[in-house]
């Protein structure tokens, strides 16, 4: 883990759009694996999805609207630690599309500052309304989207 002269973690954070998403690959399999592994009843949907699937429909999104991808790097060793893609459609609205942080790096603020940039890239972007959604069993994400004021607003169920 890179560490400056006074031991603080060196993070440096590249952003750009959908153009970036192979970046995010090896983050993307990690999430997806650790999700495979929480989840209680859509193993199948994990173990199914594959990193192309998602990124055609991320590129659908972006075609239909605007697309941010942000990369956090350790400065040190060069290596991506954590990555954020948001997007904003036609009616304004924004949304966190996936969110990853290595473990290593988690609880050093790298997360904070991936959420930080897209909200603000929203509010630049003229966003109204600003979502979130996360996959059951990954419950312990909930205090941190508090933190960025998003809160629970509806329960969607989906047949197994």
Not at 151 to 159: F, H, N
């Amino acid at each position: 883990m890179g560490k400056s002269e006074n031991g603080e973690l060196c993070i440096f954070y590249v952003s750009g759009n959908e153009s970036l998403l192979d970046d995010v690959e090896p983050l993307w399999t990690s999430l997806n694996s650790m999700l495979l592994g929480c989840s209680a009843n859509f193993k199948q949907h994990y173990r199914n999805m594959t990193f192309q699937n998602r990124k055609r429909y991320l590129q659908k999104k972006a075609a239909a609207g605007k697309m941010r991808v942000t990369l956090a790097v350790d400065d040190t060793t060069s290596q991506r630690v954590g990555y954020c893609v948001s997007s904003l459609d036609a009616e304004k609205t924004g949304e966190i599309e996936s969110i990853f942080v290595a473990s290593a790096y988690r609880g050093k603020g790298v997360g904070d500052a991936l959420m930080k940039d897209a909200l603000a890239w929203m509010s630049a972007e003229g966003a109204e309304k600003r979502v979130v959604a996360f996959s059951a069993g990954n419950e312990q994400v909930f205090g941190f989207y508090l933190r960025h004021g998003f809160y629970p607003r509806k329960t969607v169920l989906e047949q197994v």
